[in-house]
């Protein structure tokens, strides 16, 4: 091990020097070169125009691209360190003299390691801090249970006064930051690991607490959000196939939920899948569940995401099919529901 300092990101880039690379390994790729992953660069250019957009990372800026934004506005940079509920804190002041942090770390570190500073220091006092947790799910896959983000969706929405959203690809992702700029309180917002596939060909234009129908069908509905969108909708297309219509719909605003949309799908087509990248307890399936009872809607329905358990280490795309959350896994799942409910 190099007494050198390192840079965090680098040692999860695979970059780092530190004596634990395998040799037949490749460098870990540099981020810059996965276009999905638009944060940095989507902000410095909202930054152009808006004096009151800071950004902050807990020595991650190579991880989330935040390093695209200290390049064009470095008097408006602030990395401190491995420091993330100071970071909070810190944005929280920020936010307190008229400026919009945008704070940003590991998704298990933002809202696991930050959740009382993150509802104390932000959502409380309704001050305008921009909770950004990226990596989230499974996505940092051989770094284990203390890096997966499989809780923070049913954590976070039980916090008054937090808005939760998950970006679902790299245009969806610029739609947010610019909704997000235009809202009074705190916001949580949930990304993948900047590989997600394209589901929006253009910047989508959001309304809030709106969910987005992405494919239309008559048999059943799948709601998923954030990196389970696309797989839902490939999904979709092998349900096509064997003769189900499937209706998509992109459930990105997961506090406020869109209940209209969710009661809209059950009464169109009489079935509800949700699907999610994160525990069960307390999610998306959760939070549409609790929509349906309440509003006295009696359709086949089912939770589909991770287990309540602590998942084994291994590659994401492992983890997605063992999961059963690709797209095969997926639309075997729907027809497990469907073949169900006729019984």
Same mark, same amino acid.
């Given at each position: 091990? +190099?007494?050198?300092?390192?840079?965090?990101?680098?040692?999860?880039?695979?970059?780092?020097?530190?004596?634990?690379?395998?040799?037949?390994?490749?460098?870990?790729?540099?981020?810059?070169?996965?276009?999905?992953?638009?944060?940095?660069?989507?902000?410095?250019?909202?930054?152009?125009?808006?004096?009151?957009?800071?950004?902050?990372?807990?020595?991650?800026?190579?991880?989330?691209?935040?390093?695209?934004? #200290?390049?064009?506005?470095?008097?408006?940079?602030?990395?401190?360190?491995? $420091?993330?509920?100071?970071?909070? /804190?810190?944005?929280?002041?920020?936010?307190?003299?008229?400026?919009?942090?945008?704070?940003?770390?590991?998704?298990?570190?933002?809202?696991?390691?930050?959740?009382?500073?993150?509802? +104390?220091?932000?959502?409380?006092?309704?001050?305008?801090?921009?909770?950004?947790?990226?990596?989230?799910?499974?996505?940092?896959?051989?770094?284990?249970?203390?890096?997966?983000?499989?809780?923070?969706?049913?954590?976070?929405?039980?916090?008054?006064?937090?808005?939760?959203?998950?970006?679902?690809?790299?245009?969806?992702?610029?739609?947010?930051?610019?909704?997000?700029?235009?809202?009074?309180?705190?916001?949580?917002?949930?990304?993948?690991?900047?590989?997600? *596939?394209?589901?929006?060909?253009?910047?989508?234009?959001?309304?809030?607490?709106?969910?987005?129908?992405?494919?239309?069908?008559?048999?059943?509905?799948?709601?998923? %959000?954030?990196?389970?969108?696309? *797989? =839902?909708?490939?999904?979709?297309?092998?349900?096509?196939?064997?003769?189900?219509?499937?209706?998509?719909?992109?459930?990105?605003?997961?506090?406020?939920?869109?209940?209209? =949309?969710?009661?809209?799908?059950?009464?169109?087509? !009489? #079935?509800?899948? %949700?699907?999610?990248?994160?525990?069960? /307890? !307390?999610?998306?399936?959760? =939070?549409? =569940?609790? $929509?349906?009872?309440?509003?006295? $809607?009696?359709?086949?329905?089912?939770?589909?995401?991770?287990?309540?358990?602590?998942?084994?280490?291994?590659?994401?795309?492992?983890?997605?099919?063992?999961?059963?959350?690709?797209?095969?896994?997926?639309?075997?799942?729907?027809?497990?529901?469907?073949? !169900?409910?006729?019984?």
């Amino acid at each position: 091990m +190099t007494t050198q300092a390192q840079d965090q990101s680098e040692i999860f880039n695979g970059t780092a020097n530190v004596g634990l690379k395998d040799a037949r390994s490749a460098d870990g790729t540099d981020t810059r070169a996965i276009p999905a992953f638009v944060f940095g660069e989507e902000l410095a250019d909202l930054a152009e125009s808006d004096q009151r957009i800071v950004a902050l990372t807990a020595d991650l800026g190579r991880s989330n691209r935040v390093l695209d934004f #200290a390049a064009r506005h470095p008097d408006r940079f602030v990395n401190v360190g491995i $420091a993330e509920k100071n970071m909070i /804190t810190i944005a929280a002041g920020m936010a307190s003299c008229g400026y919009v942090p945008f704070a940003a770390t590991f998704g298990s570190f933002a809202a696991l390691l930050c959740a009382e500073q993150i509802r +104390t220091d932000c959502a409380y006092p309704n001050l305008p801090v921009r909770i950004v947790g990226h990596h989230s799910g499974m996505s940092m896959g051989f770094y284990g249970t203390s890096h997966h983000s499989l809780e923070d969706l049913g954590m976070m929405r039980t916090i008054a006064d937090l808005t939760v959203v998950c970006a679902t690809d790299a245009n969806h992702l610029r739609a947010l930051l610019r909704l997000s700029l235009h809202h009074p309180g705190a916001m949580y917002l949930r990304l993948g690991r900047g590989r997600d *596939p394209e589901v929006y060909e253009t910047v989508p234009d959001l309304e809030p607490g709106r969910a987005e129908t992405v494919r239309h069908g008559s048999d059943l509905t799948i709601i998923a %959000t954030g990196s389970e969108v696309h *797989p =839902a909708l490939e999904a979709a297309e092998i349900l096509a196939a064997q003769g189900v219509s499937t209706r998509v719909v992109d459930m990105w605003t997961i506090s406020p939920l869109d209940r209209d =949309a969710v009661l809209d799908a059950a009464n169109a087509t !009489g #079935a509800v899948l %949700t699907v999610e990248e994160g525990n069960v /307890t !307390g999610g998306l399936g959760s =939070a549409v =569940a609790e $929509a349906l009872f309440e509003a006295g $809607a009696r359709v086949p329905f089912r939770r589909h995401g991770v287990p309540d358990e602590h998942v084994p280490v291994g590659p994401p795309a492992g983890l997605y099919a063992h999961y059963r959350l690709d797209a095969s896994g997926i639309a075997e799942v729907a027809r497990e529901l469907l073949q !169900g409910s006729h019984l």
